[in-house]
């Protein structure tokens, strides 16, 4: 959701700023080479419950330098625009824009583009520390410089191609319907979001990684066999060479329609057992059964709304009170970006516990349909572990952490739940067996 046009204006940027707070709290170098391996401790009862490990050393320190760039970019995300808004800036970008432009649909399509390479520039040194340097500090990544840098300009090119398509709609809507705007725009996202839905994995992700089809063919039969006993039809399964940028794990289901597909980064093919595999698989082909995709429009077009509607009560106070400083008068004007991005921002970010919440849920509940699909406790219960040991998780990071930054349940939440739900042993109705097509596994 954070990819939709005015929702990702949000994050322009944390600049050196992070990197120079984060920088006193990075691990020794002696740490910085790789995650010591731990051996996960299973009992040898099959039946009995998995404990849920400690988090690492190195987990807690990357757990806490992650809070620490989550609450420095919330509040870079208010100073940037700002400085934007006083500093003229904004202004004069579009007085550039109008320059070259002339008339009005090729003045916002410009400004689009310039604000976007402007936005880049400022977020360049955190997007580096975090998405480069941050990871090789922590032995997580496998990319090198190029790759990065290579990546980083292919997304600026997405950035730069999406946003002018789309820009034109709020502020071509803001003259025409001055008091309903943000309703009209709420609206028109939802084809926008459903377009995403379908393009992104055909058209933008294999962009940056290479998308193949699976090089174990009985693995791949075998999920192809759990889609069809969860009634999805019609799926491709995709191996994706992700071990070039990362030594972290992955899989999931997207796509709507005709463009859904199963993919797995080959590093967790090559980090769990084909069990722990089947029982990832269920729990995302959970999401894809269980309508979570059409939740994810409901719930972007629906912040949208609200987040647009926050924009048009308060905005006018505020351009009235600064526009000299500000250089614009009405909000139609395409230099109030910043200030629309900003309070659209607020609103969301105040939105954020409610919506993670139901994100939580959802969570929990494919974590249901996929032990009900494979009814190997076990397994998902270690796959859990392994998660956790190789993207360096805590299990139980705390209420706030939870509230505010966690869309999925903590792992150790997660474990515990799976350690104890067992209805086919105790004769209980499964919550999801009429959606199943075929008999049961066994066991």
């Known amino acids: 959701?954070?990819?939709?046009?005015?929702?990702?204006?949000?994050?322009?940027?944390?600049?050196?700023?992070?990197?120079?707070?984060?920088?006193?709290?990075?691990?020794?170098?002696?740490?910085?080479?790789?995650?010591?391996?731990?051996?996960?401790?299973?009992?040898?009862?099959?039946?009995?419950?998995?404990?849920?490990?400690?988090?690492?050393?190195?987990?807690?320190?990357?757990?806490?330098?992650?809070?620490?760039?989550?609450?420095?970019?919330?509040?870079w995300g208010i100073v940037v625009p700002l400085a934007l808004l006083f500093s003229g800036f904004s202004a004069h970008i579009r007085d550039v824009a109008r320059r070259i432009g002339k008339k009005w649909f090729f003045t916002v399509a410009i400004f689009a583009i310039l604000f976007t390479i402007v936005s880049w520039v400022i977020d360049l040194p955190l997007a580096y520390y975090t998405g480069f340097a941050r990871q090789h500090e922590y032995g997580l990544s496998n990319q090198t410089q190029a790759k990065w840098w290579s990546d980083a300009l292919k997304g600026l090119m997405v950035s730069v191609i999406m946003t002018p398509l789309v820009l034109w709609i709020p502020y071509l809507l803001l003259r025409k319907s001055p008091k309903r705007w943000w309703l009209w725009t709420g609206l028109a996202s939802i084809p926008l979001i459903i377009l995403l839905l379908l393009v992104s994995p055909i058209w933008i992700a294999p962009l940056f990684n290479e998308f193949g089809p699976m090089k174990d063919k009985a693995l791949e039969q075998d999920i192809l066999n759990l889609a069809q006993r969860a009634g999805i039809e019609g799926s491709r399964v995709f191996e994706v060479e992700k071990s070039v940028d990362t030594k972290a794990v992955n899989a999931y289901v997207t796509g709507f329609a005709e463009t859904k597909r199963i993919v797995l980064w080959d590093t967790i093919i090559a980090k769990l057992d084909r069990d722990e595999l089947l029982f990832v698989m269920g729990h995302e082909m959970g999401h894809f059964v269980l309508g979570h995709v059409l939740q994810i429009i409901a719930i972007a077009s629906a912040l949208v709304i609200i987040g647009l509607w926050a924009v048009h009560v308060t905005a006018a106070k505020l351009i009235e009170r600064h526009q000299k400083k500000w250089g614009f008068t009405e909000l139609s004007d395409v230099a109030s970006l910043p200030l629309m991005g900003l309070l659209f921002g607020i609103a969301t970010f105040v939105l954020t516990p409610a919506v993670l919440m139901l994100t939580r849920h959802n969570e929990h509940e494919s974590d249901r349909f996929g032990l009900e699909i494979t009814r190997n406790n076990r397994a998902a219960a270690v796959a859990f572990i392994k998660l956790q040991e190789e993207n360096l998780g805590v299990p139980r990071p705390g209420t706030l952490y939870k509230i505010w930054r966690s869309s999925h349940p903590p792992i150790g939440e997660r474990i515990d739940f799976i350690n104890s739900y067992k209805p086919w042993e105790t004769g209980q109705p499964l919550r999801y067996e009429e959606k199943f097509q075929g008999p049961a596994p066994t066991p």
């Open 1 to 75: 959701m954070k990819r939709i046009v005015l929702v990702s204006l949000v994050a322009i940027g944390v600049a050196v700023i992070a990197a120079r707070v984060v920088s006193a709290q990075t691990p020794a170098p002696e740490e910085r080479s790789g995650q010591p391996e731990r051996p996960i401790e299973v009992p040898a009862d099959p039946n009995a419950p998995v404990p849920v490990p400690e988090p690492s050393e190195k987990a807690l320190r990357y757990h806490r330098t992650g809070n620490v760039l989550w609450a420095v970019g919330i509040l």
